[in-house]
């Protein structure tokens, strides 16, 4: 008996001390990367959980003295060359994609970098093309590796697309020159052409169809409400 508790001991306290010792691995890798980052997420692959790190190791800080459409007087912008690490949860091994130059000024909600929990989540890199809007690149982690897609969306600024609590997404735009009003988009990600596309109808809400101060009020109710989903029903009443 006493032999079969040796064995079971030399085979159980190796065990134990190389778990312990790579638990203090990962949160080593992690704090290292949580220090250097201007943004950090915990997001998920629809699998397992990953600590996501956004950062430059040459990040400049400068404040902004001429201001325009895109940027406020007085906001700190933060530029350089960027990447993004992650590192699953639980693991030691942190893996990086250069996403390139950047900047960020994430007070005046321009240019920034946010989170998009749906399935799976994605991280959105926004960034000012003008008064009205932004591009917004996005990424996901699929296989261990985070993933860029392949085409870019168009929304109004700040944090304008989200998870449609599904298995898709919502985003909302803004367009101020001809059929001036608002147009709400849904989406779903398409991971075999690691592509963003439509999924359903447009909802415009505009001049044209007589339904531009509707569009205002459902665009002020979209962002007061950060899980509320536009339908059609809403939009335009009785569609059956």
Known sequence: MKKLLLVFLSILIPSVLAFGQQQTDAASANSSLSKKSLYSFKMSDGKSQYAVYLYSEKQKVEKVTEPWAC?????KAYSGKYKIS???QGDIKVK???IGERTFMPAGNLNL???????PDLIAVSTCEASVGSTVELFYIDGGKMIKTKNTIFTMHGKSLRGNGKSGYQSVQYNNAEDAGWT???WKLDKKKSTLVHSGDDMGLTEDNA???DGKYWSNYWFRH??????PLDAFGDVS
């Open 71 to 75: 940027a406020n007087l007085g906001d």
């Open 211 to 213: 339904l531009y101060e």
């Open 96 to 98: 990086t994609l250069d």
């Open 113 to 119: 970098a946010y989170l998009i929990k749906g399935s």
């Open 184 to 186: 709400f988009e849904n």
């Open 226 to 231: 950060p899980s509320f989903i536009l339908t």
């Open 86 to 88: 992650i590192v699953k």
